[in-house]
Nanobody, 123 residues
């Protein structure tokens, strides 16, 4: 099970931190990803982190967003700074439970998804 929290409404230039709690005794082995989907658009990769802490970001968020994980809490975070109106979307957390070293950026390779949390950035 994967559960996101932390979305909300923020003004442009502001910050939000999303959290994603995942169940499972081997969370430390999971590759975790954040995706987002804006109205009328396809779901897109935002950031990912593998079991060893390597990270990857989409070009649109690089330098503004930071993904991290706390294995003791079975939680992954997405710190979002300098938010823009175009960041408005439903943000989804996903878990790949087979210990991929490669940070997965495609939707179909993740095993579990959260229900999503809305992030709205006003101009």
């Amino acid at each position: 099970q994967v559960v996101e929290s932390g979305g909300g409404l923020v003004q442009a230039g502001g910050s939000l931190r999303l959290s994603c709690a995942a169940s499972g005794r081997t969370f430390s082995n999971y590759c975790m990803g954040w995706f987002r989907q804006a109205p009328g658009k396809e779901r897109e990769f935002v950031a990912g982190i593998n079991w060893s802490g390597d990270t990857k970001y989409s070009d649109s968020v690089k330098g503004r967003f930071t993904i991290s994980r706390d294995n003791a809490k079975n939680t992954v975070y997405l710190q979002m700074n300098s938010l823009k109106p175009e960041d408005t979307a439903v943000y989804y957390c996903a878990a790949e439970i087979h210990g991929s070293t490669v940070i997965i950026t495609t939707i179909y390779e993740y095993d579990y998804w959260g229900q999503g949390t809305q992030v709205t950035v006003s101009s």
